[in-house]
Every structure is written in structure tokens, then in C-alpha cells.
């Protein structure tokens, strides 16, 4: 276990801000607002990150400011030159405030700041090209750009720091309306003209989106949220127009049915009032192609002629299984894929309570099929039968009168095979979202070998909070025993704000509305930290998904040298 950090190490912050047409250019206090509801304002003062706090040996500073919406970052160069590509989603949750279609009848000379791009900077925090893939007009068909409807989630280079194809992923989720569904891509992108061509198209969309991206031997995976929030299409999912869930085996339904009214009911994985207790639901039930399920983590060939019609499940049973990363194979994970899980929200046609967020492993089973995690019915360990998960009213309940105080039934008549539990529980509605692994000379402090941090957005507001001061609006850090030891992990603070809270609330130079969903670890020359990789200068980058600043975090007394960047994987200088 090393003691120091070699050489030096950076971490990179991604500081969230309300979704804003214009920013200052410097990183100085200002208040801004919102440019379609201008009495929506907030104070814009991230300076130099002053008021986060980290672990002693670490110190923040802004990398660029003024962004809007970034939710992934991806890195292409070398030592001496190298580029960071930042992916701004667009529109998001549903607002009247943050809506592509009304700023361009507002402003139709004005980029709309509602849709998706990316922005290229160099090294120095220049920009040096963009936006990338931009729609010009939101109420034209999509042709050579991301949907205008947004959001984009993540973009990734298939061969890391060498860069090769970029791929991103995009949908028009945010109107959770009818002629919508299955609208989420996985895209290529050219990073010199910003054309967008389809690659893998028709995927569900609902609630969650096609999200995270990450490559390992010939295939891309991407991580697939539910189209619902619990299981059961209800008045919160386009007010029943969305689509349902899609399962990636053969399911038998419960006998229970979701009121979302006194006369509708529903049961799972169909369509909103539809109800088939008992009903034996296919693999890939209502799926645009073979393979195509949700709450899953899928994969494609990527050198495939035809890439959809090579989409299989590697791992399925989640509600939002957002953050997916590839651990060392010199780790006490064996190389498995890590995943980060959102929980359920009190909402909708089945609200649950104090449901927590999962750290999963996803794997596939000796026989070549996808293990299945519980989802819908385990929240965690427990089945969502128990006490604690109990609905306690809510403004997003369809029927209160039928469900507030009562258990949460469960879908399934039975699991469709045995359940593969949870590495560890996060506290409820904390929203956990990207990750990364440390390289070895990121070690320092609590920051032990092959751990990990992770982005966790906070709660949206469904439930009371949870805890005093509440989890989330911050970054996590994840610690694993040795390989070869009883696999154990160890979770804490990595990164907050000095209040617990988001910035605007106070004032105060730190992260604001705090939705950090990537994070990276990039470097230099020097150490190898992989058969193939070699760093001494890693850099955590975390993008916020509403945000608008970007911060990096050396060790105290380093000096702030320029180094390559990669989300994925640094490369050889």
C-alpha cells in the first residue's frame, strides 16, 4: 500500500449549476438566470472550489466554467497534446424551465442552450472546437445530429486515450410522452465535424434512457435503465403513455395489479391498464429486435456489420443501473463489471419508500446467460414486501388511498432464476451515478489500492431526506479489501460542500445543484498501472448532470502541470 501519491495526482470536479443560457466567461461571483424563467436565479460563484472539502493532500481548482448540462467527458492525445471532449445532455426532467422547443420560438436566433453537443478545450481549458452534433432546428427530424430532445448521457472513445470512434448515447427521454418510446441510440460521432450517425437505434426509453458506455474485448456495453420506476407504467410516465418495462428472460406475472385511479389498474411490464395477472411475459416482450430488454446491462459487438442484431443481455434485474466500469484484473473484483444502481422513488403507480441505491457486480452465469439482480421485487437484500419500503404519501403517488401504509406487492409471480445480491446498500434517493478506478498513483490518504469514486446526484425531492446532514451532492469513495480476502467494502465521503448542501443554498464556491455523473482517471508517463497502461499524473474528471463548472484537485504542493486526459484509460506519452 503506497503512503504518497507518485509524483503528483489531480483529481478533476465537475461543479453542477442550474441549466443557464449564458455564463461568465471568468470564474467570478455572479447571479444568473434562467433565460426562460428569469425569476429562477442562482449565484454562480464556483471561484476556485474553495468551499469543498477533501481529504488533506488534495486541493481544488477550476478547470473550465460555464457549461451547460455536462454530463461525460472523453479524452483523446497524448502528454504533450491532448483534447477533452465534454458532452452538454440538453434537456433533462421535464420543466417549463428548461424546454428546447419554447426557448426557440423565444429565441430563435440564439443557440439553444436545451439541446445536446459537445465542447472540445485543449489542455489549458481553451476551447478549441464546438459544438459538435448541435440540432439547428428542434422541430426537424433528427438527421446528422443527437435528438433535440435530449438528454445525451455519455460519450466514450472506443479506444480510450487513442481515440478511434467516439460513441455517445442520446434520446428524446425527456418528453416521457407517446411517439417517444424506444427513442434512445448508441451513436458515432465524428470528433473533427460532429456528424451523428445512428449505430444501434430503437432502444427503450422511459423513465431512464440508454446511459453509461464502456468497451471490453470487441464488445460496447452500455448500461439500460427501466422505462418505469418501479415495474408498473403509471400516470408519472408520460401519464401512462409510456412504454413498459421489457424483460430479458421468461417472466410469470403476479396476480396484483397498481391502482393509478379508482377505475385503472395495471399490472407489471405492460402497458398502462393493462392487466394480465398470472400472464407469462416473453424475453424481449414489445423490444424493437432480439436482445433488447431494460434494467439490464447490454452489449453489442462493435465491429459487427450489423450491430443490433448482435445485442445480448450480460446482466439484467435493475431499476437504473447507471455507472458501469470495468475493475483491474489485479483487483479483489477479478476484472467483473462494477455497477452503480438507483433505487426507487415514491412515485407513480407502485411508490416505494426508503428504498436504498445498490453497488452491484454484474456477470455472466457459467451457462453464458445474464445473472439476474431482483429487480423488480428486491430492493437491496430485502423483498419489497417488507415494512420499511412501506409508501408514506407523496406528491408523485397515483392513488395514495391505495397504497400509503400497505406493503409493496410484488410483481413476479417468482424470480426467473436465482438472485445475485448486492456488493453493499447506499442510503435511499441518494442517486449514485458515475465511477472510475483509481490508478496506483492516485493512492493517498483514505484513497486506497483499486478503490474507486463515484458522482452521487442527491434526492429529487420524492421522500423526506436521508439523514441529517443528508447523503448525496457529492462524491464517494469506495474501498475494497486485497485481492484474495473475504471481498469487503468500504464507503465514504470523498468530496462535499462545507454546508452538506448545494451551493446556491448559501452562496458558498462549491458544487450547485451537485449532479457529478462521470468520473475518470487519466495520466501521463511513468508508472504502469495495467499490462498496458503507465501513469503518473492521473486525473479524476466528474461531469455534473445540471451543471456548468469544472474543477481539478491536486495533492497540496503539487504543481498544476498539463497532462493527457482519458475517461476510460490513459495511454503511453
Given amino acids: 500500500m503506497r503512503s504518497r501519491v507518485d509524483r503528483f495526482s489531480r483529481l478533476v470536479l465537475i461543479v453542477a449549476l442550474p441549466l443557464l443560457l449564458t ?14 424563467c428569469s425569476a429562477e436565479t442562482v449565484s454562480f460563484n464556483p471561484d476556485n472550489g474553495q468551499d469543498i472539502v477533501v481529504p488533506s493532500g488534495f486541493k481544488v481548482s477550476v478547470f473550465v466554467a460555464g457549461l451547460n448540462a455536462p454530463t461525460a467527458v472523453a479524452f483523446r492525445g497524448n502528454a504533450k497534446k491532448f483534447e477533452v471532449f465534454v458532452l452538454e445532455s440538453g434537456h433533462g426532467l421535464p420543466s417549463i424551465c428548461n424546454d428546447e422547443i419554447t426557448f426557440q420560438t423565444a429565441f430563435p436566433h440564439s443557440l439553444n442552450p ?36 435530449g438528454p445525451a448521457i455519455d460519450i466514450a472513445f472506443e479506444k480510450g486515450f487513442e481515440g478511434g470512434r467516439l460513441f455517445a448515447s442520446d434520446s428524446n427521454q425527456s418528453l416521457r410522452t407517446s411517439g417517444n418510446n424506444n427513442s434512445s441510440r448508441i451513436v458515432a460521432v465524428n470528433p473533427e465535424t460532429g456528424l451523428v450517425t445512428p449505430f444501434i437505434t430503437g432502444l427503450p426509453t422511459g423513465d431512464h434512457p440508454a446511459e453509461q458506455i464502456t468497451f471490453k474485448d470487441g464488445h460496447i456495453y452500455w448500461s439500460q435503465g427501466s422505462t418505469t420506476n418501479s415495474g408498473v407504467v403509471g400516470l408519472d410516465n408520460g401519464n401512462g403513455a409510456n412504454q413498459q418495462d421489457i424483460p430479458c428472460q421468461n417472466i410469470v406475472l403476479s396476480a396484483n395489479v397498481f391502482a393509478s385511479s379508482a377505475t385503472v389498474s395495471t399490472s407489471g411490464y405492460s402497458p398502462h391498464g393493462v392487466q394480465r395477472p398470472g400472464a407469462t411475459v416473453p424475453a424481449f416482450d414489445s423490444a424493437t429486435g432480439p436482445g433488447i430488454c431494460d434494467g439490464a446491462i447490454l452489449r453489442a459487438k462493435v465491429n459487427a456489420k450489423n450491430p443490433k442484431d448482435t445485442i445480448e443481455p450480460f446482466s439484467w434485474g435493475y431499476r437504473n443501473p447507471y455507472g458501469i466500469r470495468f475493475a483491474p484484473h489485479d483487483h479483489a473484483l477479478q476484472g467483473g463489471l462494477f455497477v452503480t444502481e438507483n433505487g426507487e422513488d415514491e412515485r407513480g403507480a407502485r411508490p416505494t419508500n426508503n428504498a436504498p441505491d445498490r453497488l452491484q457486480l454484474a456477470q455472466l452465469n457459467p451457462d453464458g446467460t445474464p445473472d439476474y439482480h431482483g429487480w423488480p421485487d428486491r430492493f437491496g437484500f430485502l423483498d419489497s414486501t417488507q415494512a420499511v419500503f412501506n409508501p408514506v404519501g407523496g406528491p408523485g403517488d397515483d392513488d395514495p388511498a ?17 438472485i445475485t445480491a448486492p456488493l453493499a446498500l447506499e442510503p435511499a434517493d441518494v442517486a449514485i451515478v458515475g465511477l472510475d ?30 439523514g441529517t446532514p443528508e447523503e448525496g451532492h457529492d462524491i464517494q469513495l469506495i474501498n475494497f479489501s486485497r485481492p484474495g480476502e473475504p471481498l469487503q467494502l468500504q464507503l465514504q465521503r470523498f468530496a462535499h460542500n462545507t454546508t452538506f448542501e448545494q451551493a446556491f443554498v448559501d452562496g458558498i464556491r462549491g458544487i450547485n445543484s451537485s449532479r457529478p455523473s462521470s468520473t475518470g482517471f487519466v495520466g501521463s508517463t511513468g508508472l504502469w498501472i495495467s499490462s498496458s497502461v503507465r501513469t503518473s499524473a492521473p486525473t479524476l474528471w466528474i461531469t455534473a448532470r445540471c451543471g456548468t463548472s469544472a474543477s481539478r484537485i491536486p495533492p497540496a504542493g503539487s504543481r498544476l502541470l498539463p497532462t493527457p486526459h482519458s475517461s476510460r484509460f490513459p495511454v503511453p506519452a
Wanted: proline share 13%; hydrophobic share 40%; net charge positive.
Fill in 23 to 36: 455564463l461568465p466567461d471568468l470564474v467570478t461571483a455572479a447571479t444568473v438566470a434562467n433565460p426562460l
Fill in 114 to 149: 436545451f439541446t445536446p453537443d459537445i465542447l472540445v478545450f485543449n489542455q489549458s481549458g481553451t476551447k478549441i472546437a464546438g459544438p459538435l452534433g448541435k440540432p439547428a432546428n428542434v422541430n426537424a427530424p433528427t438527421s446528422g445530429t443527437f435528438q433535440a430532445h
Fill in 402 to 418: 391505495a397504497a400509503v401504509g400497505k406493503p409493496v406487492k410484488p410483481i413476479l409471480a417468482f424470480p426467473p432464476q436465482p
Fill in 437 to 466: 478506478f483509481v490508478p496506483d498513483s492516485f493512492v493517498h490518504g483514505p484513497v486506497k489500492r483499486g478503490a474507486a469514486l463515484a458522482g452521487r446526484e442527491g434526492d429529487f425531492g420524492f421522500s423526506k431526506g436521508n
